[in-house]
């Protein structure tokens, strides 16, 4: 008896789970959810690296505004999410937000435009440029979609996983 206790004693303060405080119908091994949403985030940001190292940062962060936009779409299409007239007009006010940012940072603002319209410093198109950028945003709204997912499962419930640690797994994974 004596040994039962100290073996549990010792799980819990490894943070390994014990029988006893894992939920009912959960593994002690990686879950699906959990590893896509970890290899979507890591290759959000390695795309979005390559997007800064391919055009001007400007040009990037004014696509990157897009973001919400991927990720409503990739909601909605998984059938998670039920937009709005609020959400669409918010969305639309984005859009045009970016064209406009975009159009100003392509030339056709008055500001100092070193960077011409067709090409950007790396020799890449800007249409180049901005489905690379695009390509790290649905990579964001994907690990959006699977971390919901992982949360609507008993191991990603907030009382077995905190927001802190989801993040960590997730960059420790990725």
């Known amino acids: 008896q004596p040994k039962l206790l100290k073996e549990n004693s010792s799980n819990a303060c490894s943070g390994k789970p014990t029988d006893k405080n894992r939920p009912k119908n959960t593994s002690p091994h990686l879950h699906t959810q959990l590893f896509l949403a970890a290899i979507y985030f890591a290759l959000g940001f390695l795309i979005t690296n390559?997007?800064?190292?391919?055009?001007?940062?400007?040009?990037?962060e004014t696509v990157k505004a897009a973001e919400p936009i991927t990720s409503a779409t990739t909601a909605v299409a998984w059938g998670i999410e039920r937009l709005g007239r609020e959400e669409v007009g918010s969305l639309v006010g984005i859009v045009v937000g970016v064209i406009l940012s975009t159009l100003g940072n392509s030339g056709g603002g008055s500001g100092n435009n070193n960077v011409p319209v067709e090409k950007s410093h790396s020799g890449n198109s800007l249409v180049v440029n901005c489905v690379i950028v695009m390509l790290a945003n649905i990579c964001f709204s994907f690990r959006g979609l699977h971390q919901k997912l992982f949360r609507a499962t008993p191991q990603g419930k907030p009382s077995v996983v905190d927001d802190?640690?989801?993040?960590?797994r997730m960059q420790q994974i990725g």
Do not use: E, H, K, M
């Open 164 to 168: 802190l640690n989801l993040q960590y």
């Open 50 to 60: 390559y997007g800064f190292q391919s055009g001007s940062a400007a040009f990037v």
